[in-house]
T-cell receptor, first 111, second 114 residues
């Protein structure tokens, strides 16, 4: 099973700036999900985008999916210190296949 | 109460001991999973269950076993703990098939094997 590759592995920005992180993958997917993990805590589901969707929004989050390039991006606008966390993409091939998680992007938002 | 509850939250155990990590959920989801997280390696799937009578090995099942006692309960056992099983363990649940809510994770169990 494939694993998404997040880029960059770490990102440090000032509060109020936008944060963009990317996820690339190799084989076809049914959907792609983004999760947030605060230090040592459980992952929290942020947003799911299906393979026939190109863009989704949720509050300050914007996710895009380009199936021709096999990549997705997560944009957090007007970042806050509370957005400091690790962000993971998860690939869902669909059916009875398992979702796989990437290694994550560690985001630090400096107040 | 949390949707997915893991116990214990922290555990230190000695090499060779048997230990059980427990997970219960109130989501009503059929699918349950056990993952371990190690720095730099992301989440790796240990075992998963798509319903009460279904148990499947994940990518790193050696040294682990599971029991799905009910739709809401899924426990993970380390038969004879070893130091390289020191990690953060997560239980997760999902809809059949994965709905818009994705996976729901517990808060994790930090296990240290000395």
């Amino acid at each position: 099973s494939q694993q998404g590759e997040e880029d960059p592995q770490a990102l440090s920005i000032q509060e109020g700036e936008n944060a963009t992180m990317n996820c690339s993958y190799k084989t076809s997917i049914n959907n792609l999900q983004w999760y947030r993990q605060n230090s040592g805590r459980g992952l929290v589901h942020l947003i799911l985008i299906r393979s026939n969707e190109r863009e989704k929004h949720s509050g300050r989050l914007r996710v895009t999916l380009d199936t021709s390039k096999k990549s997705s991006s997560l944009l957090i606008t007007a970042s806050r210190a509370a957005d400091t966390a690790s962000y993971f993409c998860a690939l869902d091939p669909g059916g009875y296949q398992k979702v796989t998680f990437g290694i994550g992007t560690k985001l630090q938002v400096i107040p | 109460d949390a949707d997915v509850t893991q116990t214990p939250r922290n555990r230190i155990t000695k090499t060779g001991k048997r230990i059980m990590l427990e997970c219960s959920q109130t989501k009503g989801h059929d699918r349950m999973y056990w993952y371990r997280q190690d720095p730099g390696l992301g989440l790796r799937l240990i075992y998963y269950s798509f319903d009460v009578k279904d148990i499947n090995k994940g990518e790193i099942s050696d040294g682990y076993s599971v029991s799905r006692q009910a739709q809401a309960k899924f426990s993970l056992s380390l038969e004879s703990a070893i130091p390289n099983q020191t990690a953060l363990y997560f239980c997760a649940t999902s809809d059949k098939p994965t709905g818009a809510g994705g996976y729901t994770f517990g808060s994790g169990t930090r296990l240290t094997v000395v």
